[in-house]
């Protein structure tokens, strides 16, 4: 069963709002499609996460059913990426049959763009997996955005640690609607990623995309109407230890692999 680990967050609403939280599922699966050696890399990986959640008993598409079954009795759901620990047929086949149908906002992770786990990240192949990727979660996965009892929820893609001109617009966008805005990213805030030199393995931006990514990610913190951020990507819950310099929040939700999720409540 999962554990579902409370969250709040003060935006001077009339009426709470409530969003179940899901983030780094790691679905790590393989079949003949993919080859003899992905099945491997795919027992290699699932015995790994096994071991870091100490449920061998409980798969990770299992805790995404459970998660997607209840995610009615909320006013919306998000995923904050890591759904698949790489982009095997079989992953995407799994990660598709589970969410079909089922209303929820999603940005992708940095494993959502990983053929196999252990080969240096790349922007171009990030670019050219985008298409098979957003067929595959039905929705945009670089920017969404809801307004929900008057609170603006947005779910936007960081997962390699730059923001897109695009998304910077969009945002702005956002911003002129003059509602209070909760973030909802893969990689957090307060990651030195995302705030000094985003770069993760074969990952090495411009020296514009850095500036850009640092200048815009200090102003969104910065931003009054920004009330606080929910993320994931380290595998472990946050709390409240979490505060950006400026006193905002932010969260960092357990990895639903390990059966964890969390209920942000937004009041």
Known sequence: MLHLEPISIHAGLEKPVRVLHLTDVHISLADDADGEDMKKHAICRRETFYREANFPERDPQ???EEAMAMSGAFDATVITGDVIDFASKANLRAAKRI???RDYMFCAGNHEFCPKVGVPDSFDRRVELYPVIT???GTDISFESR?????NLICAD???FVWSEEQIKRFDAELERGLPIVVFTHTPPGDACMLHSPSHRDLVPTEEVRERTLRFSERLIAHPLVKGFV???WHRFGGTSHTLACGKPYYVTEALFKGGAAVLTID
């Open 231 to 233: 993320t994931g990507h």
């Open 158 to 160: 960081n997962s390699y």
């Open 62 to 64: 299992s805790y995404l």
């Open 99 to 101: 969410l079909a149908g």
């Open 147 to 151: 307004v929900i009892g008057g609170v």
């Open 135 to 137: 067929e595959v979660f």
